[in-house]
């Protein structure tokens, strides 16, 4: 069973940077796709951005040329480098492993962007 753990997470001002991890076990060696997910309260839970185990990547067009996700395989570990950080982008960010309806989550990391 593959399982997920979210680090990263925090408070940044308007403009600023993050980065987070997802620690991957249990993934196996075959192909995948890892996302990230973010939810803002009272919002539904929204595709971020994709990699495949290709290394083929889809954004959401909100953070493309913001954001950028990438895999380590030797690390076990997809992560979302987020660059000019904006208010909206405020939510709780979710890795996923397997696809929206059927996959693993994370416990979620919250990000928080306010001056």
């Known amino acids: 069973q593959v399982q997920l753990v979210e680090s990263g997470g925090g408070l940044v001002q308007p403009g600023g940077s993050l980065r987070l991890s997802c620690a991957v076990s249990g993934r196996g060696s075959g192909g995948f796709v890892m996302a990230w997910y973010r939810q803002a309260p009272g919002e539904q839970r929204d595709l971020v951005a994709f990699i495949t185990s290709s290394g083929n990547t889809n954004y959401a067009d909100s953070v493309k040329g913001r954001f950028t996700i990438s895999n380590d395989n030797a690390k076990n570990t997809v992560y979302l480098q987020m660059n000019s950080l904006k208010p909206e982008d405020t939510a709780v960010y979710y890795c996923?492993?397997?696809?929206?309806?059927?996959?693993?989550w994370g416990q979620g990391t919250q990000v928080t962007v306010s001056s």
């Open positions: 996923n492993y397997g696809g929206k309806l059927s996959g693993s």
